[in-house]
């Protein structure tokens, strides 16, 4: 916040005392001294641009652009980090979130413990509302409105990351880097919820009488777990 002060109050001085070469008639650009620019009625007029002007120009060119990527990281929300811990009935552990660029992949990394052996489905929920246990988080986070499918498909929503697997110690750890997942922008996960379910994600590819489900939520089974993924300290 201070920054951007600094530079709003740089650019405001700079509009006053920079510049003077220039002068506006009619939307035509016109100066004080000898050049190339077009002016009054078509005709050539020509005028010279001072060295003072042209710094003026980089430097106030400068300025904004600084301050554009200022804003931009603030509406993103500034963090390249954020945390989920996990809880539920003997179940708990901790999710990792990490990227840096909006553009950059998501890393995902994190433990969870008291899970029976083999996998299970893994997702970003809708909501950050834990108030009815996980059945409130909601549907996968799909605001493209796709259909349900695997970490690796085109078609999918932005909370499927597949299934992460627990070994013979019931503790399922893991390490995934997902294209979809965002920290930054408008469709940022911060503040939705992960939640770890009792099956394994049949990743969109369920046939006969679990089609429909299969295109919903993978067929994963009941909420075992959950928690509200939140910003952390870089």
């Not at 510049?19 to 620019?37: A, C, I, K």
């Not at 106030?60 to 509406?75: F, G, P, S, V, Y």
């Not at 930054?184 to 046939?207: E, Q, W």
Request: proline share 3%; net charge positive; glycine share 16%.
């Amino acid at each position: 916040m201070e920054t951007s002060s600094a530079l709003a109050a740089l650019l405001f001085i700079l509009s006053i005392h920079g510049g003077n070469s220039y002068y506006q008639r009619n939307g035509f650009l016109y100066g004080t001294g000898w050049g190339d620019w077009s002016g009054w009625n078509g005709y050539p007029q020509t005028f010279y641009v001072s060295s003072r002007d042209r710094l003026y120009c980089w430097l106030k060119d400068l300025l904004q652009r600084i301050a554009k990527q200022i804003q931009t990281e603030a509406n993103q929300g500034g963090s390249n980090r954020a945390v989920a811990v996990i809880r539920g009935e003997n179940v708990n552990g901790t999710v990792w979130f990490t990227q840096g660029k909006e553009s950059d992949p998501c890393l995902i990394q994190g433990e969870i413990k008291g899970l029976t052996p083999g996998l299970h489905g893994f997702h970003v929920h809708q909501y950050g509302n834990l108030s009815g246990g996980c059945i409130s988080a909601g549907p996968h986070f799909n605001p493209y409105n796709k259909t349900h499918g695997g970490p690796m498909d085109e078609n999918r929503h932005i909370g499927d990351l597949g299934s992460i697997e627990a070994g013979a110690d019931g503790v399922a750890r893991f390490r995934i880097k997902d294209h979809m997942v965002k920290l930054h922008g408008k469709n940022s996960v911060i503040g939705r919820a992960v939640v770890v379910h009792a099956g394994t994600d049949d990743l969109g590819k369920g046939t006969a009488d679990k089609r429909t489900e299969s295109l919903k939520t993978g067929n994963a089974g009941a909420r075992l777990a959950c928690g509200v993924i939140g910003i952390a300290a870089p």
